[in-house]
């Protein structure tokens, strides 16, 4: 069974950039496709992007054209690069693994624990 962590969330000022680590161990994560969700107060969890073991990527119209998702395959590490950061991008941030992709949480099968980003006006 696949675990993994998430880091590298922290406060930053609007219009920033912060890069996001999901470390995967238990598995290659290869085997999985990977997904990045938020979640602001009193919402539920939101698509951010996803990125399959076999290069696809996807981006919900939020974070299209200001994150990426890249991968360092020794490392088993998948990062979300944010730029331009917004105050409406304020959430705990999510990645997760499963056998699918998509823009449903339930797509999912192992998520990590959250990293919190705070963009300050």
């Known amino acids: 069974q696949v675990q993994l962590v998430e880091s590298g969330g922290g406060s930053v000022q609007a219009g920033d950039s912060l890069r996001l680590s999901c470390a995967a161990s238990?598995?290659?994560?290869?085997?999985?496709?990977m997904g990045w969700f938020r979640q602001a107060p009193g919402k539920g969890r939101a698509f951010v992007g996803s990125?399959?073991?076999?290069?696809?990527?996807e981006y919900d119209d939020s974070a299209k054209g200001r994150f990426t998702i890249s991968r360092n395959n020794d490392k088993n590490t998948v990062y979300l690069q944010m730029n331009s950061l917004r105050p409406e991008d304020t959430a705990v941030y999510y990645c997760?693994?499963?056998?699918?992709?998509?823009?449903?949480?339930?797509?999912?099968?192992?998520w990590g624990q959250g990293t919190q980003v705070t963009v300050s006006s």
């Open positions: 990125f399959t073991w076999n290069s696809i990527s």
């Open positions: 997760a693994a499963g056998p699918g992709t998509g823009r449903s949480p339930g797509s999912y099968t192992v």
């Open positions: 238990g598995a290659p994560f290869r085997s999985y496709n």
